[in-house]
């Protein structure tokens, strides 16, 4: 317990150095400085891997699995980069958000630090109740893992005509605005402003609701996705809080280049397909975890490098076409 604690604790030191010590007054967050952030959180999530090795050879945490404390690190490194990973749909719904309810690029920050307080409290009761289940119903991993090879074919065979998700259509913009009077105006970083009909929510706060539900539907793949790798709930919940944590800055540095990266599906639809038949056949075939990190770092890296090479191909021929 008292290793939970300090982990705990020593995340929300690090939110509340963020929020009010790096970006306490609210400014745009540049290219340079989300990658200089996306690289801290990477480091700090890999150093932590050693942590992970350390405590494993400890009592300090419990080991129901009795993993060995290099298969315990490989273990929360996969996890990480599965939830980093499965982050990409998540940033380009928070990016269409953004631009569905005009919020300004000074203020995003500070709308996906308070969604991440959310995120981590309901991440937090989904991997309870999923590793509850796992622990105490095993058949239910057959369950997860045609779940979540049911999202990778329906990702493979979604059609991209189909209707992109509207915010404001949404049934949560819509519950929200019977609970609520919803202003079309912004006031500094308020969340709510006085107006003739009495308090009203601001965009921020619809847009940060509207992410948090978001994040729920999102976490409904990842948490079974990582519970194909392990069912050790300190290593479930912290390698999606450090994937979480790193999702803001990974925002901002992906954000001018969304459409780059357009060609990342693929590789989600790999690791969900390979998480799902790892769960479904965990019982006949043992996959070493040096094989599920390198089959994930590469589908990874190779989603990132097609989808670079396309996008610079589609702008030659762009650049070529309108000088014709």
């Known amino acids: 317990m008292i290793v939970w604690i300090l982990f705990l604790v020593l995340i929300f030191t690090f939110?509340?150095?963020?929020?009010g010590v790096f970006n306490k007054t609210p400014h745009v967050i540049s290219t340079k400085e989300a990658s200089k952030w996306t690289a801290i959180w990477f480091t700090i999530s890999m150093l932590f891997s050693g942590v992970v090795y350390w405590l494993y050879?400890?009592?300090?945490?419990?080991?129901?699995?009795?993993?060995?404390?290099?298969v315990a690190s490989m273990k929360f490194i996969t996890g990480y980069l599965i939830e980093l990973s499965l982050s990409i749909d998540n940033i380009f719904?928070?990016?269409?958000i953004f631009a569905s309810f005009k919020i300004p690029k000074k203020?995003?920050?500070?709308?996906?630090?308070w969604g991440i307080l959310g995120a981590i409290v309901f991440r937090g009761i989904m991997i309870y109740f999923g590793v509850l289940l796992i622990q105490k119903f095993s058949w239910t991993?057959?369950?997860?893992?045609?779940?979540?090879?049911?999202?990778?074919?329906k990702m493979l065979f979604t059609s991209e005509d189909e209707e992109e998700f509207d915010p404001k259509k949404s049934i949560i913009y819509k519950i929200l605005g019977k609970i609520i009077p919803i202003s079309t105006h912004t006031d500094k970083e308020h969340f709510f402003i006085k107006t003739e009909r009495g308090?009203?929510?601001?965009?921020?706060?619809?847009?940060?609701?509207?992410?948090?539900?978001?994040?729920?539907?999102?976490?409904?793949?990842?948490?079974?996705?990582?519970?194909?790798?392990?069912?050790?709930?300190?290593?479930v919940f912290s390698s999606n809080i450090f994937a979480i944590l790193g999702l803001r800055s990974l925002y901002f540095f992906l954000a001018n280049m969304l459409e780059k990266f357009s060609h990342l599906e693929y590789s989600l639809i790999a690791i969900l397909s390979f998480v799902g038949l790892k769960m479904l056949l965990h019982d006949y075939i043992e996959i070493p975890e040096w094989a599920s990190?390198?089959?994930?770092?590469?589908?990874?890296?190779?989603?990132?490098?097609?989808?670079?090479?396309?996008?610079?191909?589609?702008?030659?021929?762009?650049?070529?076409?309108?000088?014709?």
């Open 57 to 70: 050879t400890t009592d300090y945490v419990m080991n129901p699995d009795r993993l060995k404390p290099a």
């Open 199 to 235: 308090n009203a929510a601001t965009p921020l706060f619809v847009a940060l609701i509207i992410i948090e539900v978001m994040d729920v539907v999102f976490a409904v793949d990842s948490v079974p996705a990582i519970l194909a790798i392990t069912a050790d709930p300190f290593l």
């Open 93 to 96: 719904v928070i990016a269409l």
């Open 141 to 153: 991993s057959y369950v997860f893992g045609a779940f979540l090879l049911f999202t990778a074919m």
């Open 293 to 324: 990190l390198g089959f994930i770092a590469l589908s990874l890296a190779i989603g990132v490098i097609v989808s670079l090479q396309i996008s610079k191909k589609e702008d030659t021929k762009k650049h070529h076409n309108k000088h014709q």
């Open 107 to 113: 203020l995003q920050h500070r709308v996906l630090f």
């Open 15 to 19: 939110l509340a150095l963020d929020l």
